[in-house]
Every structure is written in C-alpha cells, then in structure tokens.
C-alpha cells in the first residue's frame, strides 16, 4: 500500500472517530457565540457608525469576540479532543500496531483540526450573512475583504494547532492543554496591541489577521504574515511531528 493510500486511510479513521463525539456542536458553538456577540455589538454601535460600511462593521463585531477569545479555545477543544481516545486504554498502542507508520497518525490528527476550524469560519460567514439580512444591513457585500479576512484567519491559527497538537499527544490529561490555551488566550487582547510582540503571540495571530482595521493591517503585513505565521507553523509541526515518532507511547 502507497502512502499516499496509508494516509488517506488513517485520515478516514480519524474523521469516523469523531462522529460519535462532541465535534459536531463545538464547531456551532464558537460561530454561534460570535454571531450572538456580533449583532448585539452592531445594534449597540449601528447609530455611531453611520456613513461607514454597514458590512464591514458587522463583519468586525462579529470576528472581535470571535477571534479574539473563542477561536483560540476551539483549537485547544478540537486538538485535546482527537487526542483522548488515543490516551484512554491504552489507545495510542493499540493505534500504533496497526499496519500505519506515526507520521501518517500525527499528521492526519493535524489536518482534520485545520479541517474543523475551516468548517467553523465558513459557518462563521454564513451567520454572518445571516445576521445582516435580518438586522437589514445595506450596501454591497465586500465579498473579497470578508473571504480574505476569514481565509488569513483560519491560517493564522495553524501555528497555535500545531503548538497545541504537539502538547495534546504528549499530556494524558484532557483538561490540561484546555487550560494552558486558556492561559495564554487571556492576554492575547493586550499582546495584540503591541507591534513589536503580537505578531510573534500565537494566541493574538487570529485576531489581527481577521480584523479590518488599519492597525491591524499595518502590525500584521503580508510578509509578516507569511514569515512568522507559515514558518512557525512548519517549524511547531516538524518539532511535533519528530518528538511524536521517536518517543515511546507506552
């Protein structure tokens, strides 16, 4: 068998895993909180912002919170969750033994949570669009400023999954990856607003990649997207990757 075959098979295993878990709802749960928060936060401001792009506001109430706090949290959610069954009764040996080599294994556990958080930003779109129609936001729908702002956003978290899939694989516990991504997403809003270290802060790279104001375009530039973001994403994952095929699992 190819491993192009192997990989696929173990990706199928891993997606088969999940529908029996609580998945399905988390990946709701974060857009729902967000669209929840961005319209409360539109109705607040509508009256202040005349004149300004309708859409673009919106689009800002509904990514502040969003990317901001519950996104970062969701990846922490989604890489524990994949790693539990793996870490209860023996999992992760019974695993191992079957005919798949561990990169296939912890790289097929690492896209299916890229997978999940770009189910949750197309979710985030729809309810967001949703929203607007209802609240009767007016104005042409900036099509490319929203899909460039969600697409960057989901990028901008695969440095923080390949950081929290590496800690999940080796912590046996399911709360304590949750609560160290908790810790660090709480300074993210402060660390944000700072030139100098919130590019560099995982937790804070969501939340500048999507929001649309000049600040955050100006501290989050294309190079420095591409730079500090894909690069620590290559290098979090081959570290994860080369610490998870050589250690033991027993």
Known sequence: MTQ????RRTLSAEILKMRGSQIGWMMWLGPLIGA???VGGYVQVREEIAGQPEWIMLYAMFVL???MLFLPILVGLYTAMICRFEHQSGGWKQWLALPVSRSAVYLSKGLLVLGLLLVGQVLLLVLMLAGGLVLGVEGEIPWGRLLNGLFYGW???????ALQLWVSTVWKSFAAPLALNVIFTLPAVAIANSATYGPWYPWAQPLLAMMPMEKAISDFSQLNFWVIVVGGFVLLTAAGWRHFVRRDVA
């Open 36 to 38: 929840v928060g961005g």
């Open 155 to 161: 990028v901008a978290t695969w440095p923080l999954a």
């Open 65 to 67: 919170n969003y990317a």
């Open 4 to 7: 192009g075959a192997t990989f």
